[in-house]
């Protein structure tokens, strides 16, 4: 039997090359490096993750990228979610190195392991092939695992980190059974053929227990319920830096496979999965508001509130079409800008040995910290979905999605879970300014990287919300590439 | 002109941010300025309107979102002119009360002041629904944070609970927005969020039943219709004097404009159904809010109650659906934010001074503050519905057209007016006649010349309009007829005629002196006092 090489065209795993051999490059380094300097391993990986973004950026429009028979495409899709990766891995290795040092977290191998999932995601979204989209998810999902637990001194993080490696584990179980039935009923597992069979032949029962499997296995990713239940604990257990990583990384990187599988290649049978998908984003939008509705901690309540934005995506997704598909990927931008932004704030309220997490660590800082306060205030606005800020366009785009496409009852789900998410989010803006307190903060200057990480989220924030037509048409023109 | 008026504020609101936290004089003549400033180009919409046409007059139109067809879309016409006026009218004023009233955090209070000004005339002119949408709510945050920040001992509570109501309403307003937007494009085809256009669209009956339900919940809470009211009485307590003056001033008036802008016209056929309810719900108010003002101890709770009572009124009268109706009603949100504010205003006045607003504190302020005694005594009357203010001719009007709709439902809401004048009578007796009961009180100062300054404009204002309301009604009065002609077009039409051909100023002039009126009747002490 004759083994022929599959063409390759190396310009198709250009960016993600890139960013892997930066992520070796800061694991070897980290053995020779000097302990004080150590933070020059994240200006490293910055500048890794900078020129990975300027070459998938340089490489839009090459929309013939497809590569290794089929197992791969870095269409305007992929792009645009490496660009998107891009950005929450810059800012979350902007955030880490003031973190890093005040949890007294070693950085050398955090680094590369950010930048290793974060390749674990680039090839989920680019990933043309049930198998290959696996790899990716695996390749995330392990680096992952492991910086959810990198906090040594603290318990907490290790249970996170197991915790998230037992469920997340099961799901992947899920997951790879879901691919077999798939291959079992279409007699492939790629993504185009799958396309082709579905649109020919329709549904059949081994395709839908397939598609079902699927489903459980990346509503563990995003956390949707019900299958959200190691959230909380693994998002506050897991250093605050891993914590928006995995929120807002993890999530677009779930979603982008998730789409891609299901509103292009299983768009066919739309009919078969949309009833499903709409429970689940009801209930997953309405779990996690209420239950945020409780929480004291701000970092658990921003992991209830992951949860509840996952349920707005997942409208999105039920939507479908191309304007849902559109949407979900404007969302995934402006979701990912206002939580880091938020994050941001939480890593610069906290000092050493006082990570000033809960709610009253933040009772007069507005007034203290009057910039500080401004941003945590445009984050929490945004998220509660206040116009003009991103957070308000982004579900306008969901939720008139939801609407064209006829799901008028789950819009008004949707917009009446904002008006709950209202009370928990402007809860922290009521005690930053409308209550006395008394934290001190290391306030972080405008030119260390942790406040430019939180001015870059912020001005994202506003002038996204403000000007949304050319990042809109560039999510619609993403989604159109899927063909 | 129109961007500029509605982007002043909130650009000089940017420039406070940038100014020393302690240039508190510097950043009160900033705000100052410009918002005089603001006011004094919106003059040019009124001398420069046009009363011979119903269309959007002074417009802007941009392409903003070209993906959902969303444009940056400005202008007046008779409806929004003056609402517009009020805005850019109070706002310098309550800008020169803040010199008393604010003292902590001044700098913050104005930007968050400024930037509500923005949302609210923005609110005003915008044409395109999308655009209306986002100055609607953002002009919520500003407010929640005065009166959250600045407000009383439960403001956080008062500043939620307003917050709360407010975004429930409007969140299922943006479904329907949504719905109509598609609805044209299914129609039409073409995705428009353009408010004339969207008034083409033939819309089922059934769907026009809860797409007005949306509408009319999220504007019904803002106006606050009965039993929608329960969060106005602890904003307006909680909220600082400025605060207080904006809520019920302007805020309030988004209600109804909402309703005559968008839930009446959009939704013909629904409106009409619902007719009947609104109309008892708004009389359940006027009479509920008057007998509840009558009993209230604490004087911004009498004048927030006193509010609920008078929007009702508003509400009457646009659900009359006649042009005396409508047009009274307009008036009547003019007349109501410039008395109501003056009242806030004033009761600020003594709030600075004795710091409570219990009424038992006070009595027999006429000696030591005659001035005050005076601004005050106009202001009630003007409150009351004394003919030659303002009060009464929207007052009037709305009688006028409410009983030419539904005798039965007119006749209760006279009752409110008979009960008006008592509760505010009795809160100007009982502050300001009688003797100087309380030590305390002996030495309290008269109006300042700022304050003065103040209270001025606003009386002759109040003057004017109720002397020659021609100027006023006259460029009201197109705009009203196209609204009219729209909410009769409904799908059975048969109520076409019913637009009469009486326009109300020729009505008023007819009409007004005639002693069989019961509101001349009924009160003959308002008379002695106001001569």
Partial sequence: MDMTLPAINWLSVLPTLLLSATGLLALFWDIWIKDDERSLLGWLSLTGIVATALCSWLLWGHNDVVSFSGMFALDAYALFFNLVFCLVAALTVLMSLRYLETAEIRHGEYYALILFATVGMMVMAAATDLIFIFLGLETMSIAVYVLAGIWRQHLTSHEAALKYFLLGAFASGFLLYGIALIYGATGSVQLGPIAEHVGAQGSSPLLLIGMGLLIVGFGFKVAAVPFHVWTPDVYQGSPTTVTAFMAVGVKAAAFAAFARIFL????????????????????????????????????????????????????????????????????????????????????????????????????????????????????????????????????????????????????????????????????VVVNMYMRDGDAIVELPSLRSALGVAILIAAIGTVLMGVFPSASMSLAGASFLSLG | MVSLIVFIPLLTALFLLTLNKNAVELARRTAFGASLLTFCISLGLFTGFDSETAAFQFVERYAWISEFGIEYYVGVDGISLFLVLLTTFLSPLVILSTWSSVEQRVREYLFFFLILETGMIGTFVAVDVFLFYVFWEVMLIPMYFLIGVWGGERRIYAALKFLLYTMVGSLLMLVAILYLAYLHNTQHGTLTFDLLRLYTLEIPVNAQMWLFAAFALSFAIKVPLFPFHTWLPDAHVEAPTGGSVILAGVLLKMGTYGFLRFALPLFPDAAHAAAPLIMALSVVGIVYGALVALVQPDMKKLVAYSSVSHLGFVMLGLFAFNIQGVEGALYQMLGHGLSTGALFLLVGVVYERRHTRLISEYGGLWKQLPLFASVFLITMLSSIGLPGLNGFVGEFLILLGTFQANTLVGAIAVSGVVLGAVYMLRLYQRVVFGPLTRPENAKLTDLSRRELAIFVPLIALMLLMGLYPKPFLSRMEKSVEASLARIHKTADNKSVESVESIGAVESLGRLSLDPTDPKDRKDPVDLKGAS
Wanted: no cysteine; hydrophobic share 55%; aromatic share 12%.
């Fill in chain 1, 264 to 427: 292009h290649t299983l768009g066919a049978v739309h009919a078969d999965w949309q009833g499903i998908l709409w429970v689940v984003a009801a209930l997953t939008m309405t779990v996690g508001n209420i239950t945020a509705l409780v929480q004291h901690n701000i970092k658990r309540m921003l992991a209830y509130s992951s949860i509840a934005h996952a349920g707005y995506l997942l409208v999105a997704m039920v939507a479908g079409k191309d304007l849902g598909g559109a949407a979900l990927l404007y969302y995934l931008v402006a979701y990912g800008l206002m939580n880091l932004g938020a994050f941001g704030v939480m890593v610069a309220v906290g000092r050493k040995g006082e990570p000033h997490e809960e709610l009253d660590d933040y009772a007069g800082l507005g007034f203290r910290y009057p910039a500080l306060g401004m941003a945590m205030t445009v984050f929490m606005l945004s998220l509660t979905g206040v116009p003009p800020l991103v957070g308000f366009t982004g579900k306008f785009y969901i939720f008139s999605a939801a609407v064209q496409a006829g799901y008028i009852w789950l819009a008004v789900i949707g917009v009446l879970n904002s008006a709950v998410s209202a009370y928990y989010y402007i809860r």
